[in-house]
Each structure stands twice: as C-alpha cells, then as structure tokens.
C-alpha cells in the first residue's frame, strides 16, 4: 500500500503551501458537498434509475489550484454506484464469517478497482460499527460482535482498498448501533465500555492507515457525533494522532454550523446545508477561527493529493463486475456460509440419491442480497437459492413452494428426496430506516431495526415445525443479516445452514455447499442464545440508550449461561483434531501454538481460535476474550504447526481514574481452540511479571 500515513505526511508542507494561498471561500468550499438535497432527491424521483449514489458524489476541488475533488462511492458490500455492472458480494456479516484476513484484503482490492473504474477516489464503506443487540438494522453491514475481530477485518478492508489508491472512509464514528432512533438518541455508556468495547476497533483501523472518518448521526454523552470535540478533536486527532480528514454522514449528520466546525468535522457531505456561506460568516463573525479552517483545508488536500499522485492508472469500465471479482463474490460466500447443525450427517446431499428435491418458502425465490438502504449494490444478475440449487441438479425434479399452504408443503416433502426451506429476512425486516418525518425518498430504505423479535416469521416457524419431520432429510437455510433464534424449531430438521445475505453468487454457493462440492467452514461471528432475555435489551425507539460493558458472547459467560451455539461456532464435512498447545509471552506479544489435523475424508479448513482469560485480574473483566484467529486449509489426513500472536497492549484495561491504559501483572489464561466454547478449547497459561 503506497497511500501510508507516513506517505501522506509527506505532502504536508506542499499542502501547506496550496493551503496557505487560498481564500477563506475556497478553503471552506474544500469542505462542502457539491450535491444540491433538492436536485438529488428530484432527480432520483424523477429518474428511478439514477438512484442514490448513481455517480459518485463531489465535494470541494479546486482545479486551477492542482486540489483534485473528493469523489465518493458507498459501499460496504461492492460499489453502490451505476446499475447493473457493480460486484455484488455478500454483506460483512458474511464476510467476518469467514474469520479470512487475507479475502477480505482482496475484496477490498476490488473494491478499489470499481471504485477507480466508475471514476471515484473515496470508498465509504468501511463499517466497522459493534451491535450491542443483533436487531440492528444495519447490522449486517458490520463483520460481527466482537471489537477484536472487527478491528482485523476492517483493517483488512482498509489496507485492500487503499492499496489501489482510493481513500477508505471507517463508519460510523462512534456509538451507531440503531436504526429506528439513529437520528435523535443520545448514548450513554462508562469509560472503560468507551474504550475497550466501543473504540478500539476504530483505533485499530487508524493504526492500519485508514485516510478518512465518517462520524455518526447519534449523540454521545449528549454531543451530536459530527459536533463531538471529545471524539473528533480529542480522541480521533488528538490521543490517536489521525492524519486525515472527518467527513459527515450525509444530509442530517451535522445540524450547526458552530458547533460542526469547532468540533472537528472537516467535510460536510453530500449536500451543504450548514458549511458553505454559513461558514465563511461564522469565520468572519469571529465564532469559528480562522486556524480550524486552515487545519480542515490542510487534512483534505494532504490527502487527495497524496491519493491522486499516488499513481497514473487508469481503469476501465471493463473491471467493474468482471469474471475475477464475481469469483472472488463466490469464493467469500462459500467461506462464510455455516453450517450449525446437521444431525445424521444428512449433509451433503447425495446427488445420485436425489431424483426429487422440494424448495420450500418464498425467499428461496427472492434476490436476498441485503437491505434497499445505502449499501444497495445493482449487480448484472443475482443467483437465487432456487436457481443455484436447479443449477446443481440438473437431471433432478425440483419443485419451488412457496409454503403458503402448509398441508400442501407436508404432502410434498412427504414425497420427497431431500427438502430445503429458505426461510428468514430480506429488506423490509431489516435495514437502513428513514422516519416518516425525513425525506423517505432519500434511499428508499424500509427496514430499520428487528423491533418485535429476534426470531423468524411466525409462518416460517409453523412451516418448518409441520414440513421438518416429514423427511430426514430436510434443511433449513438461513437468510439475515445477523443472529436469529433457533430454539423453538432447530429440532425440527436435521440440518441449519447460516447463509447471511451471500451476495450476487449466494444460491450457487448455498447449493454448493449442500451438495458438497464447497466443505463449509464458515464461523459464527456472533453468539446464539437460548433466550433473547440473555442478551443486552434495548428500547428501539428511544432519546436515551445506555450501552453496558457486556454484550453478547462476553456476557453470557460471565452470566454463566450457556449459548445454543457460541461465538466462532461452525460445522465441517471432515473433522478436525487441536493437539500440543503450546503458550508463551514476550515483552511484544503472547502467542499460542498447537497442531491442527484434518482427521476426516475430506479436504476442509478450520478457523483455530486465540482467546485470552483474566479471571486473577483485580477489576471487573471478562471471563474471556477473542485475541487472534487464523482460517487453515487442509488436505484429508493433513497437519499443519499453527501460530497465533497478538500484541501484549490487547490484555489491557483501560483505567477511568488515570484515563490510560494498564496492564495487569498476574497470570493469564490462554486458550486456542475451533469455538469460544471450553469444550472446544486448549488451555495453558502465561505470566506476567
């Protein structure tokens, strides 16, 4: 990646001098969105097909100076803009699934490549939010529950992304885990939450270079996100000394022209409604220093320049949606799909034993690639679970029904080979949310957050309740964006397949991985309680939100509660043995050793597990947490020596009554394994003197 922070920095007296040249209007016309509200949201009603984000958005530039523009594309599942051309891949929730650094880096590449080839130079689609409930909306935008995990995974993203010289944007700055109440709540949480739970994944993605921030549309400690001197000026560009520049979520990310300014936003995008005019007369009126201009001004062409020199390629409209970036959709859907369940090793299908196979329930039939919001992706074609699984057996009958009927859909799973039910979420259960009193026209979204239920549909329950025991061999497959119950009807059929939203590729990769020609290895990024009541409660529909310090799989160990299925839970075709663990520290690092073999028939991979203990510590921690992951690949019979580190400053805690972080003294439990389960866990232990 050429784009370095240190890279960057080197263009700052250059950009200094550019800076120090312009006029108080052309600098705060750096900072202002090019789009009209109005001339969007009319062209938009007007033209159905030139849809939010159709081409990519402009703010400031000034050519006769040598200032480029800012030209954003959104993201996070490929590139929003154009229509039908742009990769679709499967959502993050997927992608953090397949615990694979390495995939996500080249996703990311191509993401930078469409990103280039639609004539774009900023990607805003690094989300790297926490739900402290899966019944966020937006949740299947983000890689999962645990901060540690998502640090690496957005990192990933970050460095792919920019490695082609595009600007990668981290969102949404900070506390964002709500749809329906995004726009007016203030969150509350303690000190060692903000730090340890809620902002490290953040700072890891500032550590891994990342040019660009978006802030949040809530309020933290009753602060507007995009207002917030404590996050922008004190934290972000303070403590952890961030190089680029902070841009607004758009159109109702900042609501003062004052208050924006000082409090370290330095882009307002898409549209100017409070910088513009309003800033240059709050400069002048003396309410807004001249030197905060000047240091918002200096952020941004530092980093365009440093972007747009960075290289002279050019990338043809060719690149976007091409053969090796659909391959590479497939290839994250085959990895993060999990499988959770499969009682009498009723999968794989045998191909040669299937005359007949039932697809049952209407999402089977449906483009389930995630919610209508601002993530929406407008790919050449979608493979529905229907369709893949047709594609699969082409010799066999394959019969779609919708379930409506469910004597009829008992009647045909009677008679049947195999039966698959495709049950659970699309866009209208989840997603991005505009109130009623916004501008509902402005994404067309109409999701918002799980409100009612964690569960699935109640017709989708009863359908498998009454189809399941009808045939052996019947599986349910899993549409959604995050964790969903199981424990009303999981022993109703023998197998349950998680399949996220897969993206362009999903129902080829569903029927592949049913018939095995894919061995899932997908892993839970999430915990699957028993009760809804284990989890965190939140009121969706709220001014006021407190966040605690536990959520999901932390908290129900410390609650000693057994999950249904734990965090970095997943099944295989083959099986694995974790043997000879060996653990060790450093002044620099604690890192655990074992032997992995692939004692199965098959070839297959295993996403071995580093957690880390601190039941001696002297404050209030968890029993355990997530501290290094790494995907193995397999032959049938094969072994292989693996080695997971993490930096020794990840088993701190941060102190409130110092406000810095400390490291305990004392020993540590260690822990490498294939889930966060003791069951499924090696334990050693390392002092720290």
Request: aromatic share 10%; glycine share 10%; net charge negative.
């Amino acid at each position: 990646m050429k784009c370095t922070k240190e890279y960057r920095l080197s263009y700052t007296e250059r950009a200094k001098k550019i800076v120090d040249s312009l006029t108080l209007e052309e600098k705060v016309s750096l900072m202002s969105g090019a789009v009209s509200l109005e001339s969007m949201i009319k062209d938009m009603m007007e033209n159905p097909e030139r849809h939010y984000n159709y081409i990519p958005y402009r703010a400031g530039g000034i050519e006769e100076k040598g200032i480029p523009p800012l030209l954003f594309c959104d993201g996070p599942r490929g590139v929003v803009c154009g229509t039908g051309k742009s990769t679709c891949f499967p959502v993050p929730m997927l992608r953090g699934a397949t615990f694979d650094v390495e995939l996500e880096e080249r996703i990311g590449r191509a993401i930078g490549k469409e990103v280039r080839a639609y004539g774009g130079n900023f990607f805003g689609g690094v989300c790297i939010n926490l739900p402290y409930n899966p019944g966020w909306g937006r949740s299947q935008e983000t890689y999962g529950e645990d901060s540690f995990h998502l640090g690496q995974m957005g990192s990933a993203l970050v460095r792919g992304v920019q490695s082609q010289n595009v600007i990668a944007c981290i969102k949404h700055y900070a506390f964002n885990s709500m749809e329906i109440s995004r726009f007016k709540v203030n969150v509350e949480c303690d000190k060692r939450t903000e730090r340890e739970v809620y902002l490290s994944h953040f700072k890891d993605c500032i550590d891994a270079g990342v040019a660009s921030v978006m802030s949040a549309y809530n309020r933290y400690k009753g602060v507007y996100c995009g207002h917030n001197d404590y996050l922008l000026n004190k934290v972000l560009k303070g403590e952890w000394d961030f190089d680029g520049f902070v841009i607004s979520d758009f159109v109702w990310g900042i609501r003062d022209t004052v208050e924006a300014a000082n409090g370290g936003m330095d882009v307002e995008m898409c549209c100017t409604l409070h910088f513009g005019e309003k800033l240059v007369k709050a400069v002048r009126d003396g309410l807004v220093p001249e030197e905060r201009i000047n240091d918002a001004a200096l952020r941004i062409v530092r980093t365009l320049l440093a972007f747009t020199e960075a290289d002279d390629n050019s990338y043809d409209e060719s690149v976007i949606g091409c053969d090796e970036h659909i391959a590479l959709a497939l290839e994250a859907a085959e990895k993060g799909i999990t499988l959770v369940q499969n009682k009498n090793s009723v999968l794989p299908f045998n191909r040669d034993k299937i005359s007949r196979i039932v697809v049952l329930g209407r999402l089977a039939n449906e483009e389930v690639t995630g919610d209508f919001g601002s993530s929406r992706v407008y790919p050449r074609y979608v493979v529905t679970a229907l369709q893949g699984i047709s594609n699969a057996v082409p010799g066999a009958e394959v019969i779609f029904d919708k379930g409506e009927d469910i004597e009829h859909a008992k009647r045909l799973a009677k008679e049947a080979d195999a039966v698959v039910l495709v049950v659970g979420y699309d866009h209208n259960d989840e997603g991005e949310y505009i109130s009623e009193n916004e501008v509902d026209s402005y994404t067309g979204a109409i999701g918002g957050d799980r409100r009612d239920s964690l569960g699935l549909h109640r017709e989708d329950i009863d359908l498998i309740k009454a189809v399941g025991p009808e045939n052996r061999n019947s599986v349910v497959v899993l549409i959604g964006g995050n964790m969903i119950m199981m424990t009303e009807w999981k022993d109703y059929v023998n197998a349950i397949m998680m399949a996220y939203y897969p993206g362009m590729e999903g129902g080829t990769a569903i029927a592949r991985i049913l018939f095995g020609d894919v061995n899932p290895s997908g892993k839970l990024p999430f915990v699957v309680p028993y009760r809804e009541s284990d989890l965190p409660q939140v009121n969706w529909d709220t001014t006021e939100q407190y966040y605690g310090y536990y959520h999901g799989y932390a908290k129900l160990e410390k609650e000693g509660i057994k999950p249904l299925f734990p965090y970095g839970f997943g099944l295989s075709y083959t099986t694995f043995k974790i043997e000879n663990a060996e653990f060790s520290v450093d002044d620099k690092k604690v890192t655990a050793k074992c032997k992995i073999t692939n004692t199965g028939e098959r070839d297959g991979a295993e996403v071995v597990q580093m957690y880390v203990g601190f039941k001696n510590s002297k404050v209030d921690r968890p029993v355990k947490l997530l501290r290094g992951f790494k995907r193995v690949e397999l032959k049938a019979g094969e072994s292989k020596e693996v080695s997971i580190s993490c930096p020794i400053e990840k088993l701190c805690w941060y102190n409130p009554e110092t406000n810095n972080w400390e490291l305990e003294k004392m020993d540590y439990e260690v822990y490498i394994g294939t889930s966060s389960d003791n069951d499924d866990l090696l334990q050693g232990k390392i002092t720290l003197v």
